[in-house]
């Protein structure tokens, strides 16, 4: 299922954020937006899931225009980890991971040994089982954001959209996060600040500047001194990644 981006333009309190974007993402595994601070990154991955509405334009998985989906429609399509995590919560974590299973279950269905071993899988991937009966509030800012990363995958949908999944960890779990990405059977976009890690970690690479994609293409033809220098206005040395010849940047 390719997810598809239409002369797609958002406006926020009558000021465009993005322009007239074009793209079609599905033949890569691991998509990453990459851009400076206002871009339009975010405000273009809130689009995916029906958390911002275009005022032109299109987003449709397959041919179905998401625009027109219910949400518990879309919710079995992508399951989203946002930017700015959920607030406190009194919810243990076991519970808070079972609430990504809701859009699969009817109007009057209960929750069952189905989805409490999806949720058990799932908390054991991410080395969460020990927090299963911590709540929620009561952990640190990387251990939520892995938490609420369970809960995108108990979602069991094809798309993964991730709004910088990386903030709030240290290396070690940023590594862990992002290889546990890579081994998934879904399509992935991520939004990325870390352009290093995304030329580790992704198949593609969409470059936004100014509410506008200024090119994609795989890391090697995107991560360059002289895209580095128009986007992000900064001067920096590009070497080859001495395992993999993947890009790296030293600033």
């Not at 400076?36 to 005022?55: C, D, E, Q, R, V």
């Not at 996060?177 to 290093?196: A, T």
């Not at 220098?229 to 900064?234: A, H, L, P, Q, S």
């Amino acid at each position: 299922m390719e997810l598809k981006v239409k002369t797609l333009k958002v406006e926020i309190e009558g000021t465009e954020i993005l322009h007239g974007i074009d793209l079609v993402l599905g033949d890569k595994k691991l998509t990453g937006i990459i851009g400076p601070n206002g871009s339009g990154k975010s405000t273009l991955i809130k689009t995916f899931y029906k958390a911002m509405k275009p005022s032109h334009g299109s987003v449709l998985y397959g041919d179905e225009d998401v625009g027109d989906m219910p949400q518990k429609r879309c919710a079995r399509i992508a399951s989203v980890l946002p930017q700015h995590r959920n607030g406190a919560t009194d919810l243990a974590v076991f519970d808070l991971v079972l609430m990504g299973r809701y859009p699969h279950k009817g109007f009057m269905d209960s929750m069952d040994h189905r989805d409490e071993k999806r949720t058990t899988d799932a908390l054991e991937l991410l080395d969460l089982a020990k927090f299963s009966d911590r709540k929620f509030a009561s952990l640190s800012g990387g251990e939520k954001q892995l938490v609420l990363l369970a809960r995108a995958l108990v979602q069991d949908t094809p798309w993964l959209l991730l709004d910088e999944p990386t903030n709030h960890l240290d290396i070690r779990h940023q590594l862990r996060l992002l290889d546990i990405l890579k081994d998934l059977d879904k399509k992935i976009v991520v939004v990325f600040h870390d352009l290093s890690l995304a030329s580790k970690y992704c198949d593609h690479l969409v470059v936004m500047k100014s509410g506008m994609v200024v090119k994609e293409g795989h890391p090697s033809d995107i991560v360059t001194p002289a895209l580095i220098r128009e986007v992000y206005d900064i001067d920096a040395e590009v070497i080859p990644h001495p395992r993999g010849g993947r890009p790296v940047v030293l600033l």
